[in-house]
């Protein structure tokens, strides 16, 4: 499995930024697809996840991050706005296929004041 993530970058507070990322391989039966992230000195935490017809959240997203799957292109989308400078981490793709974890290489994600 190959998770190839993009979209990161450098944005104002208040500014929106959308992640993307790519799945491949033997992937199915896929159990979910989502977006941690990790910032300097903290452990990674969940962003946003979906699992067959549901969506989860991390507490702090509040609404203002939606998560989207094109399964015509195994493709997971993250839609920030409303960005704010805690928001600033590297960010990761991840699948998961019944107990395993696979994880993309991070994109960067850094939210000026």
């Known amino acids: 499995v190959q998770l190839q993530a993009s979209g990161g970058g450098l944005v104002q507070a208040g500014g929106s930024l959308r992640l993307s990322c790519v799945y491949s391989?033997?992937?199915?039966?896929?159990?979910?697809v989502g977006w941690f992230r990790q910032a300097p000195a903290k452990q990674r935490e969940l962003v946003a996840s979906?699992?067959?017809?549901?969506?989860t959240y991390g507490d702090f997203v509040k609404g203002r991050f939606t998560i989207s799957r094109d399964n015509a292109r195994n493709t997971v989308h993250l839609q920030m706005n409303s960005v704010k400078p805690e928001d600033t981490a590297v960010y990761y793709c991840?699948?998961?296929?019944?107990?395993?974890?696979?994880w993309g290489q991070g994109t960067q994600v850094t939210v000026s004041s």
């Open positions: 991840n699948l998961r296929r019944g107990w395993e974890n696979f």
């Open positions: 391989g033997r992937t199915s039966p896929i159990s979910a």
């Open positions: 979906i699992s067959g017809g549901s969506t």
